[in-house]
């Protein structure tokens, strides 16, 4: 496995710092209008960046005010709930507060975002397993489903291309999660009937240095039978890389985990991001 297009997306997404810039920049366009709500603007912008919302509340604050026409913000809160950051995928719940805001107002007219100091956020999401598995059944996902290369004995010999088709997964107490799925075939002319295997996973997800989500003691079943561990291994370490936060770090973003706790149904995640620069387009 490896980690595809829609992984790097959602953590982009859910990360949000290039946003909170961006709000920044509209901030100073409209900073010096009279009778302009801040926490208004700020509310229709993030609403311009996603899908849509069930609820978003969004604050400001900032005294004295004037200050803005500085580049500079004492704090911004987002409160979201049913939050659609992309068409597929629904965020159950997201808070996010930032450290102080400050960028340089006068590198706007080239259209460059130039930070003054490091843009720094705390967030807590809350995600639930009927979200995650409607995101997963939707095709821009189940199109990187496809045509995996999977070595049904783990020797790296004799790789198999396999679909993964309706996958699923269950969050359970106990820092927990299940995943089942069907490992199936594609048509050949002298196969034309695909042959198909019914897979589980049952394994701990824990956080490693708050850099990566990692699955832990993973239990493999084919058919209901365990798999050796080799295959088992080389399921986790797929798995794995698409979970490790550090791959943020070639975009400039360093993201941690401070807290991770599965119960039946649902994943919150707390932790911070921190981004030195805007990157370039």
């Known amino acids: 496995m490896t980690t595809t297009t829609t992984e790097t997306i959602l953590y982009d997404r859910m990360i949000g710092m290039e946003i909170i810039a961006g709000l920044m920049t509209a901030f100073l366009g409209l900073a010096g209008a009279p009778g302009i709500a801040i926490d208004r603007v700020a509310t229709d912008f993030l609403r311009s960046q996603i899908v849509r919302a069930d609820r978003l509340e969004v604050r400001v604050d900032n005294a004295p005010n004037y200050q803005i026409l500085l580049g500079n913000v004492d704090r911004i809160r987002v409160a979201g709930r049913g939050i659609y950051v992309l068409e597929f995928l629904r965020i159950d719940e997201i808070d996010l507060e930032t450290d102080p805001i400050s960028i340089d107002p006068n590198t706007l007219q080239s259209g460059k975002v130039v930070l003054r100091r490091p843009l720094q956020a705390a967030v807590r999401v809350l995600l639930r397993s009927d979200d995650i598995n409607q995101a997963l059944r939707s095709p821009i996902v189940q199109s990187s489903f496809k045509s995996l290369s999977i070595d049904i004995t783990g020797t790296n010999k004799n790789p198999e291309i396999l679909d993964l088709v ?41 956080t490693i240095g708050g850099t990566r989500l990692q699955i832990i003691n993973p239990v493999i079943e084919l058919e209901g039978t365990p798999v050796p561990d080799r295959l088992t291994k080389v399921f986790a370490d797929g798995l794995n890389k698409i979970l490790d936060l550090r791959q943020l770090e070639s975009k400039g973003i360093f993201a941690r985990v401070l807290k991770l706790e599965l119960t039946e149904g649902k994943m919150q995640v707390i932790g911070f991001a921190k981004m030195d620069a805007i990157p370039s387009e």
């Open 166 to 206: 309706d996958p699923e997964i269950n969050f359970l107490e106990g820092d927990r999660l299940r995943l089942t799925a069907t490992l199936q075939s594609q048509p050949t002319p002298t196969k034309p009937t695909p042959t198909k295997l019914n897979i589980a996973i049952n394994a701990e997800l824990k």
